[in-house]
C-alpha cells in the first residue's frame, strides 16, 4: 500500500520554466490537498479538492494551478516558476467520515530550487 | 474562524528528559485535534489525534496529550525523550460538523533536538 506518492522527488527549474509536480493516492479518499513548506513558516495550503471535480484556492495560492484528473490524482502546474517558488511541496489526501475522518496522509515532498 | 498557535519554534532537551510541546487553539466550535511529526526528509505523519472522550490520549512512541478545553490547549508530553525523536511536531485542528469536507489548519512547528 503505496499511499500518497509524488513525482518528482527533487527538480531544479530556471526562473521562468514550467513545470507539473504529480501527486496520486491510492486511499480511496475524496480530499487532496497541496501545501509548501518554508523555514519558519510551517505548512501553507496553496489549493485543495475537496472531492473530485472541485478545486478551490487556499492561502498562498499565486502562481500555481491545480488539476483534479481523477480521485485518486491531484496536479500542481507553476506556469512560470520564480525564485520565491522555491521550496518543499507536499501533498496530501483525507477522508470526510469514519476513524479516519480528517486525518492527512502526506507524501514525501518534492524538493524544488528555482534559480 | 480556527487557529493554531505553537509558541516554541525549537525545543532543546537532554536525552531520557521529559518534554513537553505546546499547543494553543482557537476556534468558535468543538474541534478535532492532531499531533503530527516530520523526520527530517520526510513528510508528516500521524502522532495522535483527539476526536472526543477520554481527554488524555496517547500515541505511538511513547507519546501522549492532553485535551484541555477550558485553556484551550492540547500539549504534547513524553517522559523520557530518545535521539530518534528529534524531528518538527505539527500541531493541528479541524472542525468536527458531521459529512463532507473540513479544513484542517496546522500551526507553524516545534523543532524537538535531542542531545546526547
Known amino acids: 500500500n503505496a499511499g500518497v506518492t509524488q513525482t518528482p522527488k527533487f527538480q531544479v527549474l530556471k526562473t521562468g520554466q514550467s513545470m507539473t509536480l504529480q501527486c496520486a493516492q491510492d486511499m480511496n479518499h475524496n480530499s487532496m490537498y497541496w501545501y509548501r513548506q518554508d523555514p519558519g513558516m510551517g505548512l501553507r495550503l496553496i489549493y485543495y479538492s475537496a472531492s473530485e471535480g472541485t478545486t478551490d484556492k487556499g492561502e498562498v495560492p499565486n502562481g500555481y494551478n491545480v488539476s483534479r484528473l481523477n480521485k485518486r490524482e491531484f496536479s500542481l502546474r507553476l506556469e512560470s516558476a520564480a525564485p520565491s517558488q522555491t521550496s518543499v511541496y507536499f501533498c496530501?489526501?483525507?477522508?470526510?467520515?469514519?476513524?479516519?475522518?480528517?486525518?492527512?496522509?502526506f507524501g514525501a515532498g518534492t524538493r524544488l530550487s528555482v534559480l | 474562524a480556527q487557529s493554531v498557535t505553537q509558541l516554541d519554534s525549537q525545543v532543546p532537551v537532554f536525552e531520557e528528559a521529559p518534554v513537553e510541546l505546546r499547543c494553543n487553539y482557537s476556534?468558535?466550535?468543538?474541534?478535532?485535534l492532531f499531533w503530527y511529526v516530520q523526520y527530517p526528509n520526510q513528510g508528516l505523519q500521524l502522532l495522535l489525534k483527539y476526536l472526543s472522550g477520554s481527554t488524555l490520549v496517547k500515541g505511538i512512541n511513547g507519546f501522549e496529550a492532553e485535551f484541555n478545553k477550558s485553556q484551550t490547549s492540547f500539549h504534547l508530553r513524553k517522559p523520557s525523550v530518545h535521539i530518534s525523536d528529534t524531528a518538527e511536531y505539527f500541531c493541528?485542528?479541524?472542525?468536527?460538523?458531521?459529512?463532507?469536507?473540513?479544513?484542517?489548519?496546522f500551526g507553524t512547528g516545534t523543532k524537538l533536538q535531542v542531545i546526547p
Open positions: 493541528a485542528v479541524s472542525d468536527p460538523s458531521p459529512g463532507g469536507y473540513q479544513k484542517v489548519t
Open positions: 476556534s468558535s466550535v468543538s474541534v478535532y
Open positions: 496530501a489526501s483525507s477522508e470526510w467520515f469514519g476513524d479516519s475522518k480528517n486525518i492527512q496522509y
